[in-house]
């Protein structure tokens, strides 16, 4: 349990710390050990809490302060993804360590974890909400959240409805010598699919094209390879191509026409991928097995296919687009979510940002897209807006932002306490008169 600070509060890191410890690794899961642990540490500030478990050893769990009509949720996910080789210290030692907690979740998602559960203690400790701060800590994140936010949001909802949600989002972007806050506004829907061709299985001695299944699969992955997806930008992507197009010392007004354009003569090729991607479909042949031995002519071939889908877009859309690529083999869903999106012209993005300048100095905040898929769909889905904050101190080590889903994975202490007394501001701003 977390060591007390002056004032009785827990000081966040050494929650972070004990988090880390409790192994969470999904598959195959085991959060419950981490919600017993919230439970514990609610429990001993008298607040209110629940643990739900939809299966053993899945468990969420909720927790709730102060009374009114405003609602605030504070999500975060406390699964962690595998370890990867080569960590140059245990993954689980939660080490407090040369200014850092060390370990698997220590940014995603721990370090949110720990920062919501030691706001709303502080919160609780010192002030009366005139509403209701709502803590979710949820299972099976990394898996598609499917025992986790999203049983929550089937079979509860009312536990966790609020009028604006703040979750994982991405890290700040060191561009040059300037660090960039985001704020994440939506993400694009998986539409995972499954390809099968299928032939007709001779001597490999005799070989008849038309029957073999690889090949016909080749010529599909080939067409995937070659297709040119249309460009579609949002105003947010459209200000966030201008503002680093600008920051390159480029002139162009941006639009959907000279995205590509614009792009080429950026420097900074990782953030060029980045943009590229949330402004179009994207699509990744990942997998492919077909044959069994080198001399008989393969009857089947199976690819799985990545593609990721913009707001405004759905599974008909990519059929539709696909269709004359992937005629000839048979197309199987393997996962597929509508893309999410928030508004950031309302009166919550405008308090997330002018709560963060606070924190963060008057850097510029842009509102973004993640490429990959959060929780934040299952509040979205409910007409609840969220939104994703990746807040750190601006002189963060960028090793930090790789070792996430990476090795060495690790959080500094001040950005740590940073994320705290911002959530803790945003809250007392929010829901304090
Ligand atoms: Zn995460």
């Known amino acids: 349990m977390g060591r007390k600070q002056e004032g009785g509060n827990p000081a966040v890191e050494s929650v972070l710390s004990d988090l880390i410890k409790i192994q969470s690794v999904n598959p195959p899961g085991g959060e419950t050990g981490v919600a017993e642990y919230l439970k514990r540490l609610f429990d001993r500030y008298q607040i209110p809490n629940e643990i739900i478990e939809p299966s053993p050893g899945r468990a969420s769990f909720i927790a709730c302060i102060g009374e009114g009509n405003k609602r605030l949720l504070y999500l975060s996910h406390t699964d962690v993804v595998p370890i990867t080789e080569g960590w140059d210290s245990p993954p689980f030692s939660g080490e407090l360590k040369d200014g850092f907690v060390h370990g698997r979740g220590a940014i995603d998602c721990k370090g949110l974890v720990a920062a919501e559960a030691c706001a709303v203690i502080h919160l609780a400790q010192t002030l009366k909400l005139k509403g209701k701060l709502i803590f979710a800590a949820t299972a099976d994140e990394e898996v598609g959240g499917y025992l986790g936010a999203g049983f929550l949001a089937e079979k509860y909802p009312d536990k966790i409805r609020a009028d604006f949600t703040i979750n ?3 890290e700040p972007l060191a561009m040059g010598s300037k660090t960039y806050h985001s704020l994440s506004v939506g993400e694009k829907g998986p539409a995972w699919m499954k390809l099968i061709s299928k032939g ?16 016909k699969m080749a010529s599909v992955i080939n067409g995937l390879a070659n297709y040119k ?3 579609g930008l949002t105003s947010e992507t459209q200000s966030l191509v201008q503002t680093f197009a600008r920051l390159d010392g480029l ?3 941006v639009s959907a026409d000279n995205v590509d354009d614009v792009l080429r003569r950026l420097s900074d090729r990782v953030l060029v991928s980045y943009l590229s991607a949330v402004t179009r479909m994207t699509i990744s042949p990942d997998v492919i097995h077909g044959g069994v031995k080198t001399n008989i002519v393969p009857d089947n071939c199976e690819a799985q296919i990545d593609i990721r889908i913009l707001p405004g877009q759905n599974w008909e859309y990519v059929i539709n687009e696909l269709k004359e690529i992937l005629g ?3 197309v199987e869903t393997m996962q597929y979510h509508a893309p999410s999106f ?3 012209d309302n009166e919550y993005y405008r308090l997330i940002e002018s709560t963060l300048k606070e924190f963060v100095g008057d850097v510029p905040i842009l509102p973004s897209i993640c490429t ?4 934040s769909r299952y509040l979205r ?15 963060m080590d960028p090793a930090m932002s790789g070792s996430v889903h990476g090795k060495n994975e690790k959080i500094d202490i001040a950005s740590l306490r940073l994320k705290t007394d911002f959530l803790a501001s945003l809250a007392k701003k929010y829901l304090g008169n």
């Open 328 to 330: 000839g083999v048979e």
């Open 342 to 344: 928030s508004r950031s």
């Open 381 to 395: 889905e409910m007409g609840v807006p969220s939104y994703g904050i990746g807040v750190m101190t601006l002189n």
């Open 229 to 231: 997806p249309r460009v």
């Open 168 to 170: 994982e989002g991405a």
């Open 200 to 215: 007709i299985s001779s001597h490999g001695s005799v070989p008849v094209m038309e029957n073999n299944a690889v090949v």
């Open 372 to 375: 990959g898929a959060t929780d």
């Open 251 to 253: 002139s162009d007004k």
